[in-house]
């Protein structure tokens, strides 16, 4: 999918550029296309490589995200946030048979652990709720055979 494939280069590409520099991302770039990267996509991206120093240099993009929320926001209640997040890990579990229940596995464990660490209350909720999230890049499968040494194609992802 060729939106995924922009969006991993757009995400490299910002996230080296703002801790490495620009010269430092390219190259980061150019030593991922044609693996992990789409070779054509990171061409273009670098050959317009200015856009990489207005984008750092304009204004956030969850600022810019945040505004254009419809008004009036709305928020999840704590409870209620807590359900979409167990729904949401539930989900990301259902992906292998051997991973049922383990997302919400590890956030009891996490939970736990900061209880006897004796964290705050506030901070034991919110490791839990971040450790309910924990695997959620495992909707996105590069490669079936989820082979380390393939290099991506153009048909190669899928979104479950």
């Known amino acids: 999918m060729l939106a995924v494939r922009v969006v991993q280069v757009a995400?490299?590409?910002?996230?080296?550029?703002?801790?490495?520099?620009?010269e430092a991302a390219?190259?980061?770039?150019?030593?991922?296309?044609?693996?992990?990267?789409?070779a054509h996509i990171v061409d273009c991206c670098c050959q317009h490589s200015e856009l990489l120093v207005e984008a750092a240099?304009?204004?956030?993009?969850?600022?810019?995200?945040?505004?254009?929320?419809p008004s009036p926001?709305?928020?999840?209640?704590?409870?209620?946030?807590?359900e979409a997040l167990q729904t949401i890990a539930d989900c990301v579990d259902l992906k292998s048979p051997y991973t049922l229940g383990h997302s919400?596995?590890?956030?009891?464990?996490?939970?736990?652990?900061?209880?006897r660490y004796g964290l705050p209350e506030a901070d034991v909720i919110a490791l839990r709720r971040a450790s309910l999230l924990h695997d959620l890049g495992r909707i996105i499968n590069v490669r079936k055979d989820h082979?380390?040494?393939?290099?991506?194609?153009?048909n190669a992802f899928t979104v479950w």
């Open 26 to 38: 390219l190259a980061t770039l150019r030593r991922r296309a044609g693996g992990m990267l789409d």
């Open 57 to 69: 240099n304009g204004a956030s993009l969850w600022e810019a995200v945040l505004a254009a929320e």
């Open 73 to 82: 926001a709305r928020y999840l209640a704590d409870e209620r946030l807590d």
């Open 11 to 22: 995400q490299d590409a910002e996230s080296h550029f703002r801790l490495l520099g620009k």
């Open 147 to 154: 082979s380390p040494s393939s290099r991506i194609h153009d």
């Open 104 to 115: 919400r596995g590890v956030a009891e464990l996490a939970a736990a652990a900061a209880r």
